[in-house]
Each structure stands twice: as C-alpha cells, then as structure tokens.
C-alpha cells in the first residue's frame, strides 16, 4: 500500500471507535433521563438525518479540498455534538450534530482511497477499511459499555477529580473521554498527504448569492445520481449496499432491543452482543479482500438473501452459548457480502464521476435507508412492536429485496450483455 493508507486508517479506526461508543452512551444517557423507548429507538436516524440533507453538497466539499482537512472539519463537529451532550443538549439533538461531522466524514475517508490507490487494490483497501472499521466497532461498543458499568464508573470517578471540570455520572465522563479520542483522531488527519489529485473547486458564481451558489449543486447532485443508478454495475451495487447498511445500521439498536428481551441484559451487557456480530463482520470482510476480485463482486448477491433468513433465526434464541455464534455468523456472511460490492461501487462511481462525488451518492442512498427503517421502527415501537417482530420484519425484507436485486442483475445480463461485460473488463482492469 502506498505511504499514507495506514495514517488514514488510523485516523478512521479512532473516529469509528468513538462513533459506536458514543452510540452506546446516548442510548444509556436518555434512559437515565427517562426518556421513552421510541426516543433511544430514534437515535439511528437522527445520526442519519444530515447524511440525507447534505448530500448533495458534502461529495462536492469533498472534491473541493485535500480530504485529509475534510476529515479533520468532520471530527472537530463531532466534538462540537459530544460537548453539547456535556452541557446538557437533548441526546437527541446532540447525536444529530455528530452525525452531521460524520455525514461530512464519509465522503472523504472513502474517496482518498480510490486517489490513492489503483483500481486493482480497492478490494483489498476495502478489506482492510471494514475489516478495521469493524474492529473500531467492537471496542467502541465494549468501551462504551464498560465505562457504563456501575463498578468501572465509580472507579473512574473516584480516580480522577472529574467533577472540577462539572462532570459526575458514567455517561458524563464517557463523553468527556471520546472528545479525547475524536481529537486523537483529528491529529491523524493532520498527517495524511497529500494525493496529488486535482480538486474539484465548488462552483462560484459571482453574480449569485453564496446560497444560491450552494442551491446550485443540487442538479450536479440530481445528475450524478441518474449516472449511478444508470449504470449497470453501478446500480446493482448501489442498491446492495444501500440495503445492507440500511438493516445493519438499525440492527446495532435492534441487537441492544433483542438483548435486553431475550436475553435480559441491561445496556452495558447488550452492547457486547453488537461486539458479537462486528467480530463476524470483520472476519468476513478481510475473507472477502483475500478472495474476491472486483469483476466477481455480484456473485454475492445469494448471501444476501441468507443474512435476511438468518436474521430471523434469532427469534428462536434464548440462550447465549447459541446467541453468539449466530451473531458471529450473521456478521460473517455480511461482511463478505458488502466489500465487494461498496469496492465495485466506489469503483464505478469514480469513473462516472469523481470520488467524493459518487460516496455522496452512495451516502444519500444508503442513509436513507437507514432513515426511513429507522423512523419505521422508532414509530413501531411507539405504537408497541417487539424487537421479534421488528427482527422478523427486516429479515423479510432483506431476503425479498435481494432477490429482487439478484433478478435484476440477471436481466442486466440477459438484455445488455455487451455493456457489462465491457465494465467488467474494465474493472479487471484490462
């Protein structure tokens, strides 16, 4: 790999970590502030919320400068949501924030791979970006988890004068330590280097307004989009992944949900079984970037299919010595199916478009996914669907929807076989 991959993937592996720690400490901070179940339910969607409105923008500022300074923009806003929880802002709120610097995030960390690296390695960069990124996982859900821990929150307490600085309870000092970690990560971002790629300049006008300057992305956006999904690569893949990370992003509280039911764990517990599934993931995703090419990415769809049946397999497990391996599995059989796919994705967006661009693209898609199943399954809950039922209804869903894509795919190839055969040589780099 070439100088300066392993600094960005220190810089993402301490971004995420604090990202899925955060995600477990503003579950517990709105329990401990009584707030309903649709509230901790809703939090996966508010992280989703500006992922949604900027997307038309944040490909495009992430075009316009070094991606390494994006980087750094994004985490510097996630400390700005993590100190709003400190001073007392709505979970709610707070959560959205930093959802709106990991929104500027995304764009930026997947695109400086397709500057950096060859086409013939993205596989192997995106095995090593999910593989790390799941790893991130796991620890920040065990981090969040322990510093949540009745006996390992008091013993932080006692050991260091937090309440100088107006800090008292678990979740309070929780935070205060993932500003650190944002920070660290923030300290990597300033020693990625430069890739040499031309940048994107937004487009100024000076005869508008600044806002109508903005505005005026949203057809570039609307442009850029019909390329993708016209694309007959592009679109399969597209769909894949917006699929996956729409499920698994609501999956992380559905686990949280399905522990506390099944198994009767409190936050701190359930939070490991989360852990559980990024251990699969991860195991999956470095199988896939040792053994998948990009031209064989579709050749996944099939375990789509099977993480939506086994998804429905959890409703028949009451006891943890069968909960983990299933999780374990479950992760695996995702993990392998998304590298691949988000590979062959990032590939063929950017040579329609650009990087930034494309995961701008690929972001809007996926996120509101995650938005839409997400505010389905917070309303759900309101009006009292159990995690069984919940888990049922994404297994379903998952299965029939990869069918569908799977259906698609084939057509693709019955009806336009030159065209993507053409792509696939492309993306064999031949």
Request: proline share 4%; charged share 10%; with cysteine.
């Amino acid at each position: 790999m070439k100088r300066g991959f392993y600094t960005i993937m220190s810089a993402q592996f301490f971004s995420s970590l604090a990202d899925n720690a955060l995600f477990v400490t503003a579950v517990e901070l709105l329990r401990t502030q009584g707030g309903p179940e649709w509230q901790r339910a809703a939090l996966v969607p508010m992280f989703a919320l500006f992922y949604v409105i900027l997307a038309p923008f944040v490909g495009a500022f992430a075009d316009a400068l070094p991606k390494g300074r994006v980087m750094l923009i994004s985490n510097a806003i996630k400390i700005v949501g993590c100190l709003m929880m400190l001073l007392g802002g709505h979970p709610l709120l707070a959560y959205a924030v930093a959802g709106l610097g990991a929104a500027a995030y995304s764009p930026a960390k997947y695109g400086i791979l397709t500057e950096l690296l060859p086409a013939s390695q993205l596989v192997k960069a995106n095995g090593w970006v999910e593989g790390l990124t799941i790893t991130s996982i796991i620890l920040g859900v065990v981090v969040g988890g322990l510093l949540l821990r009745p006996d390992v929150s008091s013993w932080v307490l006692d050991s260091l004068p937090w309440s100088y600085i107006g800090v008292h309870s678990a979740a309070e000092v929780a935070i205060t330590i993932l500003v650190l970690i944002y920070a660290l990560a923030a300290w990597f971002n300033l020693h990625i280097p430069l890739t040499g790629v031309a940048m994107r300049p937004l487009r100024q006008d000076p005869g508008r307004s600044l806002a109508s300057n903005i505005l005026s992305l949203l057809p570039d956006f609307w442009v850029c989009s019909q390329r993708l999904w016209a694309d007959k690569l592009g679109q399969i893949s597209l769909s894949t992944t917006t699929l996956f990370w729409g499920a698994s992003g609501n999956l992380r509280y559905i686990v949280l949900a399905w522990g506390a039911a099944a198994l009767s764990y409190d936050t701190s517990q359930a939070s490991s079984l989360v852990g559980v599934v990024a251990i699969g993931t991860a195991a999956g995703a470095i199988l896939a970037s040792m053994r998948m090419r990009l031209d064989n990415a579709t050749r996944v769809i099939p375990l789509g299919v099977a993480m939506g049946l086994l998804l429905i397999c959890m409703n028949a497990v009451s006891d943890v010595r069968l909960a983990i391996p299933l999780l374990i599995v479950l992760g695996g059989i995702g993990g392998f199916m998304v590298v691949p796919m988000n590979a062959l994705l990032q590939h063929r967006g950017h040579n329609l478009m650009g990087a930034g661009r494309s995961i701008a693209v690929q972001n809007f898609n996926e996120q509101a996914c995650i938005l839409a199943l997400g505010a389905l399954y917070a309303l759900s809950t309101k009006f009292g669907l159990s995690a069984f039922g919940a888990i049922t209804v994404f297994g379903l869903s998952v299965a029939a929807i990869m069918v569908c894509i799977g259906l698609w795919h084939r057509h693709n190839c019955r009806h336009h076989p030159q065209e993507v055969a053409r792509l696939l040589s492309i993306a064999r780099g031949n």
